[in-house]
């Protein structure tokens, strides 16, 4: 059985367009439960490929849920709170709190506190620059986390490594390479390529990184400020942050600048951009497909 939540949409500021969204009563009775409050009103907002997401009305406030079938990604949601929990605690940028995170019956759920959104301050790069450095000198003796999780809808593990090298390349790359192999993508001499990549990839302390921070997991807040959602987080090499920003786009250098006067990148690090590009490339190619083969290829050749 369902219940029809009505959503308004205002068209030009003016015309009422009634729309039925269909979330299971339980689902709502539950997070009614939680919440101790009644929900008023749920809006459907974009939540890609593999979870449907809600803007909730209730009482006193606004919160989003996002809705997955658990059989599908077991433990993806309760990973995902650990990873937003952890960035939070390093007091450095905005985080949408978790407030709640569960399963009924084969539907699992994540609500979290919704980010009132605003034009960016003047000074907004200079901010994120000065966030992220921060950020980024959160260490453990360690490369890895206590728990695997997720990136985008693919399984990320994070065995402790003792070294930046070992931990991206067993942890990170080896993974996604066995699985485009499985669908069909062929790969030569990677043997020779993660040898040749060991050799480039500096042995620094590792970094606590949000892990998949391209320019669609930050939110301006409404303090003008930067906020990050969706995170894929380990403690891992700091340069896996890096390269994926310059991947595609949509961060101002004004934010480099400011992270490299707090905490400087080592030498040649914009020569390992690509070493550390490859493994966004191959999650792209592992869920979207071919469009991403040449450029991967391209990159393990250039390190045979």
């Known amino acids: 059985m369902y219940l029809h939540l009505t959503l308004k949409l205002y068209l030009a500021g003016q015309l009422d367009v009634i729309i039925l969204v269909m979330i299971s009563s339980e689902i709502i009775t539950c997070i009614e439960s939680l919440l101790s409050e009644k929900i008023e009103v749920a809006r459907p907002l974009l939540g890609g490929d593999i979870n449907e997401v809600y803007l909730l009305t209730i009482t006193t406030k606004k919160a989003v849920i996002k ?39 084969d539907r699992s759920f994540l609500i979290l506190e919704f ?26 003796p360690y490369f890895g986390l206590e728990y695997d999780n997720c990136i985008g809808s693919l ?23 066995r699985l485009a192999v499985q669908k069909g993508f062929s790969f030569s001499k990677l043997d020779t390529f993660y040898k040749n990549i060991t050799k480039e990839i500096i042995n620094e302390p590792s970094s606590l ?4 921070l391209w320019n669609g997991n930050y939110l301006v807040d409404q303090n003008g400020l930067p906020c ?21 786009g949509g961060f101002k250098p004004e934010l480099f600048e400011v992270y490299n006067e707090i905490f400087p990148l080592k030498e040649g690090w914009r020569d390992r951009i690509p070493i ?16 991403y083969y040449n450029k991967v290829d391209q990159i393990v050749r250039a390190y045979y």
């Open 115 to 140: 980010i009132t959104t605003a034009q960016s301050t003047n000074d907004f790069w200079e901010v994120f620059g000065i966030k992220l450095a921060t950020l980024h000198q959160y260490s453990k």
């Open 155 to 177: 399984p990320q593990y994070n065995m402790k490594c003792q070294t930046a090298s070992e931990f991206y390349i067993i942890q990170r790359l080896e993974p996604q390479f």
């Open 67 to 105: 809705l997955n079938k658990a059989s599908n990604f077991p433990k993806m949601f309760e990973a995902e709170a650990k990873g937003l929990k952890e960035l939070k605690n390093s007091n450095t940028f905005k985080i949408p709190e978790v407030l709640h995170v569960g399963t009924i019956k």
């Open 228 to 248: 990050l959602i969706d995170p894929a987080i380990g403690y891992g090499p700091r340069e896996m942050d890096i390269a994926m920003m310059q991947l595609f």
């Open 209 to 212: 990184i949000h892990g998949d």
């Open 276 to 291: 550390f590009q490859l493994y966004y490339l191959l999650v792209h190619l592992n869920l979207f497909g071919s469009s």
